[in-house]
């Protein structure tokens, strides 16, 4: 439901602009069940989506490592280096290849939510209704790559942000906590005699992803804006009451997807490039409350869920290690 008016407030600002009276406005027109439009994308594509994030990141996190290894090594030897040598660098390439990949398996199905939450057209339409049309429209190729463009603008940024943030501060915190003290305890075993060694891990968890939430929704917000921008419907031709809605491109109507990463990314700057720099460039975060509450409670929770899963299958907890 947050999703869905999310893609509201994105898709039609100038009706949608904050996100209570966006709810309330949408149930009150269309009906409550409106909030649950583009289920279907959403549990197949995200359900794919995610176990091959986070999957490939695991797999080629310490790939990467291995492969900078003696780079890595060269580096921390040099004056200045310090013990950490590349850093998070190959963190950082692994999360960029799991969310290109991921990316390719979200086009078909995002396109399909979007238009079942923007377009009338698709109105009722089931997943695989939704798939037939948009391969009607476009063809099978183009309906599997269209827009990929978009799609990697918000996925690599928002799978650095997020599995990134959460490995390099768990980390942080775990050395905080190991950090030698005058007395001979570190605060990780003072705290684990206290309330439990389980309850510290944790708690670093629960932490580690508040933050990697709010770095993931930040990093990967404006390419969300440009996801939607890229594929909505119905409204590029003729707004909601017959007359044209706000143009995207002065040329005319065209068909959602159709658009380059670059004039989809113009068109949101021109709305309100008349306002200066600033006003023009805050097009890029409509939405951000909303996607707070939507992609903080996912990624948290995510993360979490994730971090118990693998100690309870004897691996050591994220940054631990």
Request: glycine content about 12%.
């Amino acid at each position: 439901p947050i999703d869905v008016v999310k893609t509201r407030m994105q898709s039609n600002p100038a009706k949608y602009k904050q996100f209570l009276p966006s709810t309330a406005t949408i149930i009150r027109e269309e009906g409550a069940s409106t909030l649950v439009k583009g289920l279907g994308p959403t549990l197949v594509g995200y359900g794919v989506e995610g176990a091959l994030k986070f999957g490939i990141y695991e797999v080629t996190k310490p790939l990467v490592v291995l492969a900078f290894k003696g780079l890595n090594e060269r580096l921390a030897k040099r004056p200045g280096g310090g013990v950490h040598g590349l850093g998070p660098i190959p963190f950082l390439i692994a999360s960029i290849m799991a969310g290109a990949a991921a990316a390719l398996v979200l086009v078909p199905m995002e396109s399909v939510r979007i238009r079942m939450v923007t377009d009338p057209e698709f109105e009722g339409v089931s997943l695989w209704g939704g798939l037939t049309k948009l391969v009607d429209e476009a063809g099978l190729g183009r309906t599997l790559t269209v827009g990929l463009g978009a799609m990697l603008a918000k996925q690599i940024p928002y799978t650095f942000g997020k599995q990134v943030s959460f490995d390099v501060i768990a980390k942080c915190l775990y050395r905080i906590l190991n950090a030698p003290r005058a007395a001979a305890v570190t605060l990780a075993e003072s705290l684990s005699e206290s309330v439990g060694p389980e309850f510290v891990k944790w708690a670093v968890s629960v932490l580690s992803a508040m933050v990697a939430s709010v770095m993931a929704c930040l990093l990967s917000q404006p390419g969300d804006v440009i996801l939607t921008e890229t594929y909505k419907g119905g409204d590029e031709c003729d707004g909601d009451d017959g007359a044209p809605a706000e143009p995207v491109i002065e040329e005319g109507c065209v068909l959602p997807g159709e658009r380059s990463l670059g004039e989809v990314s113009a068109a949101i700057y021109s709305r309100r490039k008349d306002r200066g720099p600033a006003r023009a460039l805050s097009g890029f975060f409509v939405g951000l409350q909303a996607r707070f509450v939507h992609v903080g409670m996912i990624i948290t929770s995510q993360l979490v869920i994730y971090d118990l899963v693998k100690q309870f299958l004897g691996l050591p907890a994220t940054g631990s290690h």
